[in-house]
T-cell receptor
Framework: DAKTTQPPSMDCAEGRAANLPCNHS???????VYWYRQIHSQGPQYIIHGLKNNETNEMASLIITEDRKSSTLILPHATLRDTAVYYCIVRARTSGGSNYKLTFGKGTLLTVNP | NAGVTQTPKFRVLKTGQSMTLLCAQD?????MYWYRQDPGMGLRLIHYSVGEGTTAKGEVPDGYNVSRLKKQNFLLGLESAAPSQTSVYFCASNTGQGLDSPLHFGNGTRLTVT
């Protein structure tokens, strides 16, 4: 899987947009960018994913640069419950061809402040 | 629709004891996975299954066995627990239909081996 680089921590004020960056300069053409988050003591929660185009769902928006070497996860109106570790993952088919696993890095701890 | 359910939520074992962790999903997913999460290490794949009756090794399979006798269930076994297996274990599942299929996680089993 392509390596991803995220800042270890970020702060955001409640009600403001949280913009979480991720660099994935070695991404290949058929690799997807996934975002998950993990709130303390819970399992990872799927947020959003994309290949080339920007994506939006009820939780967040994903902006992928045209060269696909970086992306930004946007939480439009952060709440205290959005405090979590956010993982940016580039997902690729492994050499075996059938193993669609995810490789988690260390992520970004987002702290939403009142 | 409960998603992915893991039992038990907590367990304390003594070195050398055995136990089985159960994962059940009600989403009719083909693929299932077992991860462990340790501080500073992210999530590491232990074993996975691409369908009923099949299993395969992940990144850290030693000391664990798995079985997928029914499509909805994926069992993780520790035959002789060691303190190094103290961890939080997460099960996940997805449709397995390519890279465009998010993994959905359970809320984990917290295992302590003394």
């Amino acid at each position: 899987d392509a390596k991803t680089t995220q800042p270890p921590s970020m702060d955001c004020a409640e009600g403001r947009a949280a913009n979480l960056p991720c660099n994935h300069s070695t991404i290949s053409g058929n690799e997807y960018v996934y975002w998950y988050r993990q709130i303390h003591s819970q399992g990872p929660q799927y947020i959003i994913h994309g290949l080339k185009n920007n994506e939006t769902n009820e939780m967040a928006s994903l902006i992928i640069t045209e060269d696909r070497k970086s992306s930004t996860l946007i939480l439009p109106h952060a709440t205290l419950r959005d405090t979590a570790v956010y993982y940016c993952i580039v997902r690729a088919r492994t050499s075996g061809g059938s193993n669609y696993k995810l490789t988690f890095g260390k992520g970004t701890l987002l702290t939403v402040n009142p | 629709n409960a998603g992915v359910t893991q039992t038990p939520k907590f367990r304390v074992l003594k070195t050398g004891q055995s136990m089985t962790l159960l994962c059940a999903q009600d989403m009719n997913h083909e693929y299932m996975y077992w991860y462990r999460q340790d501080p500073g290490m992210g999530l590491r794949l232990i074993h996975y299954s691409v369908g009923e009756g099949t299993t395969a090794k992940g990144e850290v399979p030693d000391g664990y066995n798995v079985s997928r006798l029914k499509k909805q269930n994926f069992l993780l076994g520790l035959e002789s627990a060691a303190p190094s297996q103290t961890s939080v274990y997460f099960c996940a599942s997805n449709t397995g239909q390519g890279l465009d299929s998010p993994l959905h996680f359970g809320n984990g089993t917290r295992l302590t081996v003394t």
